[in-house]
Nanobody
Framework: QVQLVESGGGLVQVGGSLRLSCAAS????????MGWYRQAPGKQRELVAD???????NYADSGKGRFTISRDNAKNTVLLQMNSVKPEDTAVYFC????????????WGQGTQVTVSS
């Protein structure tokens, strides 16, 4: 019932900035959490940051102080501003939607590649 489309990935130099965008469409419930996860080759998918429909954000230690997550509820969009990127930020970044009302439902985007060059 929910489709997620990510955009904004690409190649960026060490220390540079990048902004990822995720647009959700379909049956969007008012109470939900949206976020960004990433997966590097040979590693598990890990949380980058997420944010509730009430605006409460949560960051993994890897991005604290460098990344900022925000959302526009009217547009059902979540953004991830990535500053001071590092080579270890290289990964496929996935958008996640989780309904936090009634029975839990989780949806994933197809992912967008972020590559940080040294």
């Amino acid at each position: 019932q929910v489709q997620l489309v990510e955009s904004g990935g690409g190649l960026v130099q060490v220390g540079g900035s990048l902004r990822l965008s995720c647009a959700a469409s379909g049956t969007i419930f008012r109470l939900n959490t949206m976020g960004w996860y990433r997966q590097a080759p040979g590693k598990q998918r890990e949380l980058v940051a997420d944010i509730t429909s009430g605006g409460i954000s949560n960051y993994a230690d890897s991005g604290k102080g460098r990344f900022t997550i925000s959302r526009d509820n009217a547009k059902n969009t979540v953004l991830l501003q990535m500053n001071s990127v590092k080579p270890e930020d290289t990964a496929v970044y996935f958008c996640k939607y989780e309904r936090t009302f009634l029975r839990p439902e989780v949806y994933w985007g197809q992912g967008t590649q972020v590559t940080v060059s040294s």
